[in-house]
């Protein structure tokens, strides 16, 4: 399944990172751990392996320089760099930097919310892997992104995949969960549905020109509205 990859790592920066251990691990078990007990579990695997075909549509939709936020181990990131494409993964996860380093393209220790190089000029911005939770606040997030992004640029965004409500829109805490009984501390998360995300966007000044899907994988291309 599709979840967000910087989200998890953000509030992870404990002694105990079951994140940084399943990155170096390259596998899983990681779950995300609800307060009620649910449990989600997350697809390490897929993160670090190479790029499927439904990742394949979402590099064939970049344009000019490419932020990918919430890079994780960087596959995204290391298949644009090896076409040629100019592109910079951001993690607040150091593990995640430097997997994304060693896989050969460049990466920042960073928050999308503190200052960026090249604000305003990115022509491409992804939030794949279910990032749109960053924070648990999706619109926030999306208002954000809207000031880093070109005027003219896109937006690309995985929204929840198939099998969940178009109009999901939950907003909730968790934390990441090893299953050995090593657990991270509690951050917000969310996750959005087509619909939700499309309501979410408008209000953050985007327009959803494209939605398709691929391998189950649920995807939004968002451009900037004009301002005024």
């Known amino acids: 399944m599709s979840l967000p990859l910087a989200a998890l790592a953000a509030w992870g ?8 251990s399943a990155l170096r691990a390259r596998r899983g078990p990681l779950f995300l751990h609800r307060a009620d007990g649910w449990l989600l ?38 298949a644009l760099a090896a076409r040629g494409r100019p592109a910079l993964g951001i993690d607040v996860s150091a593990e995640a930097v430097r997997r994304t380093r060693s896989a050969g393209a460049d ?4 928050s999308v919310f503190d200052p960026l190089p090249g604000e305003g000029r990115w022509r491409t911005a992804l939030l794949i892997d ?29 929204a929840a995949p198939e099998g969940l409500p178009d109009d999901l829109d939950e907003h909730t805490e968790v934390r990441l969960d090893d299953g050995n009984g090593v ?14 995300l499309v309501r979410h966007a ?18 939004l291309t968002l451009r900037p509205l004009p301002e005024g």
């Open 13 to 20: 920066r404990s002694t105990a990172d079951p994140y940084a």
């Open 41 to 78: 579990p997350l697809d390490v695997e897929r993160w670090c392996a190479r790029p499927d075909d439904a990742d394949g549509t979402v590099l064939a939709a970049c344009r000019g320089p490419v932020l990918d936020i919430g890079c994780g181990p960087g596959r995204l990131a290391a």
């Open 107 to 110: 990466a920042l220790l960073r």
């Open 130 to 158: 279910g990032n749109i939770g960053i924070g648990g606040d999706p619109a926030a997030l999306l208002a954000r992104v809207r000031q880093v992004v070109h005027p003219t640029g896109t937006l690309i965004v995985e």
């Open 183 to 196: 657990r991270g501390p509690l951050f917000p998360w969310s996750r959005v549905g087509p619909a939700a």
């Open 202 to 219: 408008a209000g953050a000044g985007w327009s959803a020109p494209r939605a398709w899907t691929s391998r189950g994988r649920r995807f």
